[in-house]
């Protein structure tokens, strides 16, 4: 709690604040950026949020939304930075440099491994999600947080939970829950629909074709799918409409690695793992120069997509061993 009263204090003592997250945003890091806006702007701030991808269109109903930019005035600084939910500095595309521009740098995260990049840094990967830092940081700050606040908060645990089914989810996180259920009188069935259940239907033609390339391996203990370019490109979908895919792989019974290979470009694969029990899917994503959590972590890999995949499932078999 001590270095969330310094961040307090700095909020305190300034007026102009940046707020980004990584690259590809999900449902944690818009969530936690758009209650962070709302809160910094209660308490008399001027906020600007960027991102270098756009948010998926599934978070179009979180208010605020509409204010998250893509593009920021040259040479514009800020005297506060706030860096969510990314390990390091490299995992935030084009906004990296307006970050360094800034006068104070504060990182909140999650993840194990973080760099520890910024002036202050609250990192606690216990937390199942950088929602629920936000809503400790409220607390020592002593603000009421409101409706919509706990609309993106409850969002952000949500899904970076997996609808808490996934191991990281704790008691703390079910009181925090139970808390933004109470103040902002949420209704968790109309926020499941919200998020998982108004997908478009090239979204679902997409989910089609990647559910046919399921495989697995000879004992059962590795499942994974992959979602190649030309995909993307017969379904008119994007990248930011596969987030919940990797869940598809992970229900596969007997499984114990679930990997999602997605062409991001020419000679460049995203890698999500996830795991069920016993395999630290940080640990493999770290050998090829990611990172994330024990249960839930991706990395980047340049080269042609049959290659990595190669690679990758030669590289899990082998720590499963």
Request: charged share 30%; proline share 2%.
């Amino acid at each position: 709690m001590d270095e969330l009263k310094k961040i307090v204090e700095v909020i305190r003592e300034n007026e102009s604040f940046f707020i980004t997250s990584h690259i590809r945003p999900d449902g944690d890091s818009i969530g936690s950026q758009l209650a962070l806006k709302r809160i910094l702007e209660k308490l008399g701030k001027e906020v600007t949020i960027a991102n270098h991808d756009p948010a998926p269109k599934t978070y179009d109903f979180l208010s605020g939304r509409e204010s998250i930019k893509q593009e920021l005035p040259k040479n514009r600084e800020f005297d506060v930075a706030f860096v969510l939910d990314s390990p390091e500095l490299s995992r935030l595309g084009s906004t990296k440099e307006t970050i360094k521009k800034a006068k104070v740098i504060i990182n909140i995260d999650h993840h194990l491994g973080n760099k520890k990049f910024g002036k202050y840094n609250y990192v606690n990967t216990k937390a199942s999600a950088v929602g629920e830092e936000i809503y400790e940081l409220t607390k020592v700050i002593g603000f009421k947080i409101d409706r919509e606040i706990a609309l993106c908060l409850y969002v952000g645990i949500l899904t970076d939970t997996g609808s808490f089914r996934q191991s990281n989810t704790t008691s703390r996180s079910h009181e925090i829950v139970a808390d933004l259920m109470k103040i902002g009188d949420l209704k968790p069935a109309q926020i499941t629909h919200q998020v998982y259940e108004t997908q478009l239907p090239s979204a679902i033609k997409l989910l089609s074709m990647t559910l046919d390339t399921l495989e697995r391996s000879e004992d059962g203990q590795i499942a994974w799918m992959t979602i190649t370019d030309e995909m993307f490109k017969e379904t008119g979908t994007t990248k930011a409409e596969t987030e919940n895919f990797i869940n598809y792989v992970r229900s596969v019974k007997g499984s114990e690695v679930a990997i999602l290979f997605t062409e991001l470009a020419k000679d460049e694969v995203k890698v999500s793992f996830r795991s069920k029990s016993s395999a630290d899917v940080n640990r493999i994503a770290k050998t090829f120069g990611g990172g994330g959590h024990l249960r839930a972590s991706a990395c980047t890999i340049k080269g042609d997509l049959e290659e990595v995949k190669e690679k990758v499932l030669a590289e899990v078999e082998k720590q499963l061993r």
